[in-house]
């Protein structure tokens, strides 16, 4: 999830951990481990990832990507993933239907 080689650190794994608990309202809410990261999986479909340094995104696509962007979001470097402002992740029910916005938007990726 973060550039070739890197290796997972702390952060990730304690940033997937704390994006979990936070979604613990939403059933089905998983992290796996990958490429140097975490994919975050809402029923075995990923909608999130946090980077190998603990950066965390939600999945964007046409739907979502202008209301991520009006709230200062930015764009992962490589995936259509958008970064989570602290105001959204300090907030639970924003949070809430961001990682919601996100999981419908990963119901209509090809990956």
Do not use: C
């Not at 952060?11 to 059933?27: C, F, G, H, R, Y």
């Amino acid at each position: 999830m973060g550039k070739k080689g890197e290796k997972m650190t702390q952060e990730s794994l304690l940033s997937a951990q704390e994006l979990v608990e936070k979604l613990i309202t939403i059933e089905e809410v998983t992290s796996k481990r990958m490429f140097g990261g975490h994919g975050i999986f809402h029923q075995n479909k990923m909608f999130g990832l946090i980077t190998a340094k603990g950066g965390q995104y939600l999945k964007a696509n046409s739907s979502n990507v202008d209301h991520y962007l009006s709230k200062g979001s930015e764009k992962h470097a490589k995936l259509s993933y958008y970064s989570i402002p602290s105001d959204i992740l300090n907030n639970h029910n924003l949070l809430i239907e961001w990682a919601l916005l996100a999981i419908e938007a990963s119901k209509y990726s090809q990956k």
